[in-house]
């Protein structure tokens, strides 16, 4: 119902039904990690669960706010909860950067020669602790040591996440101006970026397992390497997912120069997707 000056809504299914399926997806990501493909279909059901509570979730929010159920202070209510929620994001992230700074910056110079003469040195002289790190303390050191250049196939990426910015800023003006077609054209030029980057980054991924000997195992480099770009990746398929979805209600004229929330709120998810790749590019890629 809509009274006073703040929308209070019905009472919702959707909250209990998404912690379901999240619980359920854990539980079968958990056991396949544990015992291999047995727990696949309570992932795949949890996953699918997922997707559909948030389809049916957000159809009722675009729903009621076609509706002219919402006003000011629930606009207000939104941008506050889109804001803290790429707060959490931003420390989720920092959490990882935190852990390859530790690693590289304190734990493998005390390995290596700083600490007690050089723990990983007297238990295996043959270790070297330098960066990157590709072999866990006394494995064979014969595997190779090399990983690929960021100024190949990680630098195409940056140049098309920056791209994709700059494409999705364009939309975000001429839908503000009241250019619906400018607004279609460059909205559909930053979805097909955030395919492209996709693409590519899985392109990466075969080289790294297939010709450099970089996977979850391959020591510490290996498994930091995988978790920042790899839920980095996940981001972009999630931001690319949102903005489609923008997209589509573009063309079915969901949004006015005055009242758009629903797209400014994937385009500050999308930069903050950028500007977390341009980190990982530097830290991860570069030095």
């Keep these: 119902m809509s009274g006073g000056s ?21 539980i079968g990501t958990g056991t396949v990690l544990v015992y291999g493909t047995a727990g696949m279909p309570v992932m795949a059901l949890g996953l699918v669960g997922v997707l559909a509570v948030m389809a049916l979730w957000f159809h009722d929010v675009v729903r009621e706010s076609r509706g002219g159920l919402y006003d000011a202070q629930m606009d207000r209510s939104f941008r506050w909860g889109m804001g803290w929620f790429i707060f ?6 920092a959490a990882f950067f935190g852990a390859l700074f530790y690693v590289r910056t304190f734990a493998l110079p005390w390995l290596d020669g700083e600490g007690a003469k050089g723990v990983a040195a007297l238990l295996w002289p043959e270790f070297t602790a330098s960066w990157p790190l590709l072999d866990p303390p006394g494995a064979s050191i014969e595997g190779p040591r090399e990983t690929f250049s960021p100024w190949h ?32 054209f460059w909205l559909a030029a930053t979805v097909l970026l955030g395919l492209c980057f996709i693409t590519i980054q899985g ?27 790899g839920f980095h990746g996940l981001h ?14 573009v063309f079915r004229g969901h949004f006015t120069p005055d009242d758009h929330f629903g797209f400014e709120a994937a385009a500050w998810y999308w930069h903050f997707v950028d500007v977390v790749w341009i980190g990982l590019f530097i830290f991860v890629y570069v030095f």
Excluded: D
């Design 203 to 229: 392109v990466e991924y075969y080289e790294a397992y297939a010709h450099y000997g970089i996977t979850l195992q391959a020591g510490i480099y290996g498994a930091t390497f995988f978790l920042l770009t």
């Design 236 to 249: 972009v398929i999630i931001g690319t997912i949102i903005l489609a979805v923008m997209l589509c209600r």
């Design 6 to 26: 703040y929308y209070v809504p019905e009472s919702s299914k959707w909250p209990i039904l998404a912690s379901l399926a999240l619980g359920a997806m854990m």
């Design 88 to 93: 959490s994001e931003v420390m989720f992230f």
């Design 153 to 184: 196939l990680p630098l195409v990426n940056t140049l098309i996440l920056v791209s994709s910015s700059i494409t999705l800023t364009i939309a975000h003006e001429g839908l503000k101006e009241g250019f619906r077609n400018s607004a279609r």
